[in-house]
């Protein structure tokens, strides 16, 4: 574990405390995921942890429950499928898990029209459908139960706030988690609903890493997944969404309500068709 992970078990906002001993992460296995799981986990948060990938999913929850002492429930299941909303929340149903993370995306840096159907299909399925079922079949199971806190955690990206080529299909389902969670923040927290999207800018997970051309300078920015995770629990609860970074947070206000629309949207194209110009 890196050493931020020690802040977990100092953060103010203590997460078993607000929202009993379970806790679900779909999409765990590596990058922030894991982060989140290791959160959880360092918290004594028992985890149902969700992954196609079943190697890495079962190393980390070896891991976790030889450091931390936890219970924890595996599901290998692709979440495209159409029965991985049942399989979670038969999970969810069982213990009574009252916080839910969904950190999976599917994301390919390349041009619109190189996409065929079966990637478009499993855009909308992983980033949109998935999610929004799952969100929508977790508040039916605990919409009675006002005098318990329930947190839905949706993992958005600072490329879902302007289209930008390449990234079409991953930037339009982002910018729908966002809205999705910020709209649900608002109508849901008087039902005790805490509902957040968490708006990340470039971090250091495998699948970044491995979208960049070879000898990018960018992975000394990225953002560590661990303060991101760090940043993302602190602020559940609290506001509709949060952006985690100093830079981000700057790039953000300036390019969402310093510098006109246009503008921005042409220097975030600018500056990504110098990133990947071999893929345009």
Not at 81 to 103: F, H, K, P, Q, W
Not at 175 to 184: D, G, Q, V, W
Not at 218 to 224: K, L, N, Q, R
Request: with cysteine.
């Amino acid at each position: 574990m890196p050493e931020t992970a020690s802040f977990y078990c100092r953060m103010k906002n203590d997460i078993k405390t607000r929202y009993g001993s379970w806790g679900l992460v779909a999409g765990a296995a590596e990058g922030l995921g894991s982060a989140y799981s290791h959160a959880l986990a360092e918290n004594g948060m028992n985890l149902i942890l969700v992954d196609l990938q079943k190697e890495l999913l079962d190393s980390l929850a070896s891991q976790l429950e030889s450091s931390f002492r936890i219970r924890i429930k595996t599901i290998y299941i692709d979440l495209a499928s159409g029965e991985s909303v049942g399989t979670m929340m038969d999970a969810i149903i069982e213990t009574d898990c009252r916080l839910m993370i969904y950190n999976a995306a599917f994301s390919l840096v390349q041009r619109f029209m190189k996409n065929d159907p079966a990637m478009l299909e499993r855009y909308v399925q992983v980033n949109i459908k998935t999610p929004i079922q799952l969100v929508h079949a977790f508040c039916n199971f605990h919409i009675p139960e006002k005098d318990h806190r329930k947190g839905i955690l949706l993992m958005s990206s600072l490329a879902g706030s302007w289209g930008t080529r390449l990234l079409g299909p991953y930037g339009a389902s982002k910018a729908f988690n966002h809205i999705l969670a910020e709209s649900l923040y608002y109508e849901l927290k008087d039902e005790g609903f805490d509902v957040l999207a968490c708006i990340a800018g470039a971090t250091a997970t495998p699948g970044y890493m491995a979208s960049l051309p070879y000898g990018d300078p960018e992975p000394g920015s990225a953002m560590h997944p661990a303060t991101v995770v760090k940043a993302a629990l602190r602020a559940i609860g609290r506001r509709p969404f949060v952006i985690p970074g100093i830079k981000n947070k700057l790039v953000y206000i300036l390019m969402t309500r310093i510098l006109p629309r246009r503008t921005s949207v042409k220097l975030m194209n600018h500056a990504v068709g110098n990133r990947y110009r071999a893929k345009l």
